[in-house]
C-alpha cells in the first residue's frame, strides 16, 4: 500500500521545472491573439455589422438574423486561418465549472459536397442536450431542452482548435439555469440605477459599469502525490491527515520567492492567459506552504467572470504539462490557510469615473461619498443574502477559522472616511439648512482627493473592505464562480440606489434644494447603517459578542445561511430589481441545497473507504507487528524484564486496538445516518440533516485517523502525509 506514497515520493526527487518556450516578443505584441475582439471585428466584419455588434454592446440593442449571419461569417474566417475546426457555445452552468459541447464546422454542402459552414442561425442560439445539469426542478423531463444563447458582450475565442462562443443557458420556458443570465440581469439593472444617481450630478453620463478585479487563490500539488490521494482526487480536499510540524508558523512562504518549477508553470499558464486576452498581473507565494496567487488587472465585470473561469481552465490544464495538479479547493488541508477569490468591485461610468474613488472637487466627491454611502447601506439592508451567496460546503470549512474573513458581515472604510461618514451624520441638519452650515460641509468634501488613497488603512480581517477606490468582497470562495456573489451585490445596490433617488425626489418635491436633499438622505443611511461598519479586529470574540449585539448574522450553518435567498428582505432584492423570477430563485436554492448535501455525501462515502480499505488494514498489520514483539520478548525475558520491556508496547497496541474499534464503529453510525438522510425528500431538510448528522462524523473519523498517523510505522503508512504534500514541489 504505502507503495503508492514512496514511488511518488522518490518520482519528486527527478523533478525538473518544465522548459517553457515563450515567444520573444512583448506580451503587447500576442496579447488576446485568440480573442475575437473589437479590432478582429472590425477587419472580419462589414461596416454594418461592425456597428451592429458595436451597439448592442453598449445599448443592449438585438441582433437581426441577416447581421448574424455576416458575424457568423467574419468568426468563422477569423478562426480557420487560425486553424479553428470545431465551435462551441460555452456557457456557466449552476456547477462552478464551464460547460462546452463540440461541434465541427463541417456540413453537406451542394450535390453532395461536404463544406465548412457556420451561420447566425448556429452563432445566435444553440440547443445543447444538457438535461444533466442541476436546474432545482425548473427543467423536468418532458422539458428538458435547454437552450443556449450568444452573450454579444462577451467575445468568442480559441481554445485548441475550437472556437469558444460565451453564452447564457435558459430553459425552454425562459428561465435562466446558469449564472451568467442572472448576471446579465443584475449588471443591466446597476446601469439604470447608477446612471439615474449619477444625473443628479453630471447629465452627460450614459452608462455605468461595474467593474471586478479577482484575486485567484490555489495550491499546488505534485501529481504524483495527487494519485496516492484518493480524497484530492475524489472530493478535491484531504479528508485526513495529521498537521505537519512546520506549515506556516513562519511565514516564510508568503511573499518568498516563486520555486522554479512553479514559476515555469505560472509562466505559461500567464501565456496561455495572455493569449485569451486576460490581463494577469500579478503573481506571489500565499501565506500557506505551496499557496499561490495570480491577479489580472480588473475589467468589467462579466468579462472578468468570464476570463476568471477560464483561466481555472488554462491553469488545470497547463498544470499538468508541469505534473502539477491544482487545488481551487476552499479548504484542501485542515490548520494552514485556506484560498479565496477576493472580488475587487467598483462601478465606472462611460466618462471615464470611478464612482468609488474621491474626486478632485466637492461636487464630485459628494457624487462619491453619495455612491459609497449606499453601497454600505446596501451592504448593511443585505447582510444575510450576501453570507448567502458566498456560503456553500467548500467554504464553509474557510469561513469563520481564523483566517481569511470572518462569516460575520462588516464593512469596513478606515478612519478617516469613517471620520467624513460621522462628520455628515452629526453636521447635517433634517430642517432647512442655513448657506453656512452647507458651505462647511462642502468644504470639508474638498479635502478627501489629497490624503485618501495613500491612507487607506489595510485591515485584512475584514470580508468587505473599502481600499481606496473599490471595495474588497474577501469571503467570495477560490472555486466559486464568482458571479454568484457579483449577481447580490449588483442587485443589493440596485435596489438601494432605486430608494436614494426616489427618497431624494420625495425631498426635492417638498421644496428642499438637491444638495441638500441628498445630504439629508445620505445622513439618514449613515446613522440607520451604523451597525454594519466595523474597523477592529474581526478574528477576535468581542466583535462575536458585539456582532451578534448589532444584529448581525453569524449564522454557520450552510443550509440555514442558503435559506436567507428566500427571506422576504432578499426577495425584494433579487425579484425587485428583476434579477430573477420566483421561480428562478426558489429552483437556484434548491440547487445550492443539493450540491451542499452531495458534495458532503461524497466526503463521506470516500472517507469511509479510505477509513476501512486503506487506514484500518495498515493499523491491523502494524500492530500485529507489535504483538508478535511482545510474543518475542516474552520467549527470550524471564517474567521481570518482559514485564518492564513489554508495558510501553501494550500500551501501544491497546491504543491502536482502541482508534481501530473507534472508526469502525463511527464508520457504521455515519453510514446508518447517511442512510436515514437519503430517505428526507424536502431539499432544506435533507441538508440540514447532512450538515447536523452526517458531517459531525467527518470531524471525529479523522481524529482517529490523525491519531495512528502519528503512531503508525511511516514505512507502512499509505497516504502521502502533509509534510509531503505541503513541502515538496
Ligand atoms: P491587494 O492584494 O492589495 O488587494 P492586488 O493587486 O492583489 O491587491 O489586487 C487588487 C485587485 O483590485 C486587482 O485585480 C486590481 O485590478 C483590482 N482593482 C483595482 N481598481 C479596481 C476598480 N476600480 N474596480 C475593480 N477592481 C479594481
Ligand atoms: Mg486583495
Request: aromatic share 10%.
Amino acid at each position: 500500500m504505502a507503495e503508492l506514497r514512496f514511488s511518488a515520493l522518490k518520482e519528486l526527487f527527478t523533478r525538473e521545472p518544465v522548459e517553457v518556450l515563450l515567444p520573444k516578443e512583448t506580451v503587447s505584441t500576442y496579447f488576446a491573439v485568440n480573442v475575437f475582439d473589437k479590432l478582429k471585428m472590425e477587419r472580419y466584419l462589414s461596416k454594418e455589422a461592425f456597428r451592429a455588434v458595436m451597439t448592442a454592446i453598449d445599448e443592449g440593442t438585438p441582433i437581426t438574423r441577416q447581421i448574424a449571419d455576416q458575424v457568423a461569417t467574419g468568426m468563422q474566417a477569423w478562426a480557420m486561418e487560425r486553424g479553428v475546426t470545431h465551435f462551441t457555445h460555452w456557457f456557466h452552468p449552476l456547477t462552478d465549472a464551464t460547460a462546452e459541447k463540440h461541434d465541427s464546422f463541417i456540413g453537406r454542402g451542394e450535390r453532395g459536397t461536404m463544406i465548412e459552414i457556420f451561420s447566425g442561425e448556429v452563432l445566435v442560439q444553440q440547443e445543447p442536450d444538457a438535461s444533466s445539469f442541476p436546474s432545482g426542478g425548473i427543467r423536468n423531463t418532458f422539458e428538458a431542452r435547454g437552450y443556449t444563447a450568444w452573450d454579444v458582450s462577451s467575445p468568442a475565442f480559441i481554445v485548441g482548435t475550437t472556437l469558444c462562443i460565451p453564452t447564457v443557458f435558459v430553459s425552454y420556458t425562459g428561465e435562466a439555469l446558469d449564472y451568467k443570465t442572472p448576471l446579465l440581469r443584475s449588471l443591466a439593472a446597476l446601469d439604470h440605477a447608477a446612471v439615474e444617481v449619477c444625473h443628479l450630478f453630471d447629465k452627460d453620463v450614459k452608462k455605468v459599469i461595474a467593474t471586478l478585479g479577482w484575486e485567484q487563490e490555489y495550491f499546488l500539488i505534485d501529481e504524483a502525490l495527487y494519485y496516492a490521494r484518493p480524497d484530492l482526487m475524489l472530493a478535491d480536499r484531504t479528508l485526513m491527515g495529521h498537521p505537519s510540524s512546520k506549515d506556516q508558523q513562519l511565514s516564510d512562504h508568503y511573499f518568498g520567492s516563486i520555486p522554479e518549477r512553479v514559476k515555469a508553470f505560472m509562466r505559461e499558464f500567464e501565456y496561455e492567459a495572455y493569449k485569451l486576452g486576460i490581463p494577469v498581473k500579478t503573481r506571489h507565494n500565499e501565506v500557506a506552504p505551496n499557496q499561490f496567487e495570480c491577479a489580472p488587472v480588473y475589467e468589467e465585470a462579466n468579462l472578468a467572470v468570464d476570463h476568471n473561469q477560464l483561466i481555472m481552465d488554462v491553469m488545470r490544464r497547463v498544470a499538468r504539462k508541469h505534473k502539477f495538479r491544482v487545488l481551487f479547493h476552499e479548504k484542501p488541508f485542515a490548520e494552514v490557510n485556506g484560498s479565496g477569490k477576493h472580488s475587487n468591485w467598483s462601478m465606472a461610468t462611460d466618462t471615464g469615473i470611478n464612482l468609488l474613488s474621491p474626486g478632485k472637487n466637492p461636487k464630485s466627491n459628494m457624487q462619491f461619498l453619495t455612491f459609497l454611502i449606499n453601497v454600505v447601506k446596501a451592504v448593511n439592508d443585505n447582510q444575510e443574502l450576501l453570507r448567502a451567496s458566498v456560503m456553500n460546503e467548500n467554504n464553509s470549512y474557510r469561513l469563520g477559522g481564523h483566517e481569511a474573513p470572518p462569516a460575520i458581515i462588516s464593512v469596513f472604510l478606515g478612519t478617516y472616511l469613517s471620520g467624513i461618514l460621522e462628520d455628515i451624520a452629526s453636521k447635517v441638519k433634517d430642517k432647512k439648512m442655513t448657506p453656512q452650515e452647507k458651505t462647511e460641509i462642502k468644504l470639508g468634501l474638498g479635502k478627501i482627493p489629497e490624503i485618501l488613497l495613500d491612507n487607506t488603512d489595510r485591515n485584512r480581517t475584514s470580508p468587505f473592505a473599502f481600499t481606496g477606490n473599490r471595495f474588497e468582497f474577501r469571503a467570495v470562495g477560490s472555486s466559486a464562480n464568482c458571479s454568484s456573489a457579483m449577481i447580490v451585490l449588483n442587485a443589493a445596490v440596485t435596489r438601494q440606489l432605486r430608494a436614494f433617488t426616489q427618497e431624494v425626489s420625495v425631498l426635492t418635491d417638498k421644496g428642499r434644494k438637491k444638495d441638500e436633499a441628498i445630504f439629508q438622505v445620505l445622513k439618514k443611511y449613515i446613522i440607520d447603517s451604523e451597525r454594519i461598519r466595523f474597523e477592529g479586529d474581526g478574528y477576535s470574540d468581542e466583535w462575536h459578542r458585539e456582532a451578534k449585539r448589532r444584529g448581525l448574522s453569524s449564522e454557520m450553518s450552510v443550509p440555514l445561511t442558503l435559506k436567507s435567498y428566500v427571506n422576504s428582505s432578499s426577495r425584494e432584492t433579487l425579484l425587485g430589481t428583476g434579477v430573477f423570477t420566483e421561480r428562478e430563485l426558489e429552483s437556484r436554492l434548491e440547487v445550492e441545497l443539493e450540491k451542499f448535501t452531495k458534495k458532503v455525501q461524497i466526503e463521506a462515502r470516500v472517507l469511509g473507504d479510505l477509513a476501512i480499505n486503506h487506514i484500518i488494514p495498515i493499523a491491523v498489520g502494524y500492530m500485529t507487528t507489535l504483538i508478535e514483539n511482545v510474543r518475542g520478548l516474552r520467549d527470550i525475558f524471564d517474567d521481570n524484564d518482559y514485564m518492564r520491556l513489554a508495558g510501553a508496547r501494550k500500551e501501544l497496541i491497546v491504543s491502536i486496538s482502541d482508534h481501530i474499534s473507534m472508526i469502525k464503529k463511527l464508520v457504521g453510525d455515519m453510514i446508518e445516518e447517511r442512510r436515514k438522510a437519503n430517505v428526507i425528500e424536502d431539499p432544506f431538510r435533507k441538508a440540514v440533516a447532512y450538515e447536523s448528522r452526517v458531517k459531525p462524523y467527518l470531524g471525529e473519523i479523522r481524529n482517529h485517523i490523525d491519531k495512528l498517523e502519528l503512531v503508525v510505522d511511516n514505512e507502512m503508512w499509505p497516504l502521502p502525509k502533509y509534510r509531503e504534500l505541503l513541502f515538496t514541489r
